[in-house]
T-cell receptor, first 114, second 115 residues
Framework: EPEVTQTPSHQVTQMGQEVILRCVPI?????FYWYRQILGQKVEFLVS????????KSEIFDDQFSVERPDGSNFTLKIRSTKLEDSAMYFC????????????FGPGTRLTVL | AQSVTQPDIHITVSEGASLELRCNYS??????LFWYVQSPGQGLQLLLK??????LVQGIKGFEAEFKRSQSSFNLRKPSVHWSDAAEYFC?????????????FGGGTRVLVKP
């Protein structure tokens, strides 16, 4: 069964550094998402992406965050200057359409900012 | 804005016993409701979803959930739990828009299964 993959599984970085989290969505899917889960808290929506542009973003997704689909297979989340509070598990998800289709989640990247 | 509450943070159940996980939502329109499960080191896997129609929804792994509009609830049940059901379970409500389905999650319920 096709699945969403994410790399790396764990990323450690210094505060102020840039990080790029990578996701490979399921190949025929059209809608892409990033969510995050700070330890002990809820899974939170960050951004949705369709037709090569952001369709919705949360208040968390400020100017330090950006997303890109640089080629036909990858979907990336960049954090320009990481803060301690960016430490979290980041999940990528993809969806074929927005009707009743399922959002399929990747296994997550755990980001630790020191 | 929509919100989801899962009142139970932890539940411990004996193998073979029944399980019920509670979920309450707040949403102004007809909700799209989901249950996901997360096993250690794994992503979120969809167990079942409700969009319309029959309020009793069957899912994978023997799970079912019942939508009760009057109680704003979407509780998840399983008649007989297996040790492999130990995991964290998340209820979510979806907002359907033309260009995306933002999901709002509850805080999760961690299920421990005793032999």
């Amino acid at each position: 069964e096709p699945e969403v993959t994410q790399t790396p599984s764990h990323q450690v970085t210094q505060m102020g550094q840039e990080v790029i989290l990578r996701c490979v969505p399921i190949s025929n899917h059209l809608y892409f998402y990033w969510y995050r889960q700070i330890l002990g808290q809820k899974v939170e929506f960050l951004v949705s992406f369709y037709n090569n542009e952001i369709s919705e973003k949360s208040e968390i997704f400020d100017d330090q965050f950006s997303v890109e689909r640089p080629d036909g297979s990858n979907f990336t989340l960049k954090i320009r200057s990481t803060k301690l509070e960016d430490s979290a598990m980041y999940f990528c998800a993809s969806q074929k359409t927005t009707s009743t289709d399922t959002q399929y989640f990747g296994p997550g990247t755990r980001l630790t900012v020191l | 804005a929509q919100s989801v509450t899962q009142p139970d943070i932890h539940i411990t159940v004996s193998e073979g016993a029944s399980l019920e996980l509670r979920c309450n939502y707040s949403y102004g329109a007809t909700p799209y409701l989901f249950w996901y499960v997360q096993s250690p080191g794994q992503g979120l896997q969809l167990l079942l979803k409700y969009f319309s129609g029959d309020t009793l929804v069957q899912g994978i792994k023997g799970f079912e959930a019942e939508f009760k509009r009057s109680q704003s609830s979407f509780n998840l049940r399983k008649p007989s739990v297996h040790w492999s059901d130990a995991a964290e379970y998340f209820c979510a409500v979806g907002l359907l828009k033309a260009a995306g389905n933002k999901l709002t999650f509850g805080g999760g319920t961690r299920v421990l299964v005793k032999p």
